[in-house]
């Protein structure tokens, strides 16, 4: 008599159906990412000093935001970067697109190798870069096009970060939730899958106009 195979672990399936290397990949990225996030909350001393406002949890987007960003970025040239890229999907599509150089800053090391695998297998190893960089102290007056998909608390120190260091030339694109004190060059999308475009001279000659009427 033949001894029988070991049963298959649970996790090694999802929905009935086995998990290939990429959804191994993502599922031991998950559970690394779930662990990270304990341990820089309670653990790290650098991320508690983070006010809680500021801390941005993970949320991949969505193939239809993905599609709309890009939409919206369509035609434009320069360098690109995702303010806390996450799985990295954001910075891959935008370098098929011709948005180049493509960069991604994700503090999270898990989506650092999630991403970096990500782009290792769409063919562009060593074509994207994933840094291990704080959004708040990285210079972006060389940046052209910026996405950003933060939390709400994010947004208004986040705007005056970009005020003060992007060139007239640079379109930011928001996904999820819009700057609330800017007014859009232009949006796509409805409900959660809207992205907003503002296009920082307008934002510039806006702030400034309003500056102006202001009473001393």
Request: proline share 8%; with cysteine.
């Amino acid at each position: 008599m033949e001894p029988e195979e070991p049963e298959e672990p649970a996790w090694a399936r999802r929905g009935g159906a086995r998990l290939g290397g990429g959804g191994l990949l993502e599922l031991a990225v998950a559970s690394g990412v779930a662990a990270w996030a304990t341990w820089a909350v309670l653990l790290m001393p650098g991320f508690r000093r983070v006010p809680l406002r500021l801390q941005v949890p993970y949320q991949p987007s969505s193939p239809q935001q993905v599609a709309n960003v890009l939409a919206l970025l369509r035609g434009r040239s320069g360098k690109t970067v995702d303010l806390g890229s996450g799985d990295g999907r954001l910075v891959v599509e935008a370098y098929k697109q011709g948005l180049r150089p493509a960069v991604g800053y994700e503090l999270n090391p898990w989506l650092l190798c999630l991403s970096n695998y990500r782009a290792w297998k769409a063919g562009y190893h060593g074509k994207v870069s994933f840094l291990k960089k704080d959004l708040w102290k990285v210079n972006l007056s060389d940046c052209y096009n910026v996405i950003v998909f933060l939390a709400p608390s994010v947004k208004p120190p986040l705007a005056t970060k970009l005020l003060a260091e992007l060139p007239d030339e640079a379109r930011v694109v928001a996904g999820r939730f819009p700057f609330p004190s800017w007014t859009p060059s232009s949006t796509l999308g409805q409900g959660l899958e809207q992205v907003w475009a503002y296009d920082m001279k307008e934002v510039r000659r806006v702030a400034q106009s309003s500056a102006e009427r202001s009473p001393v």
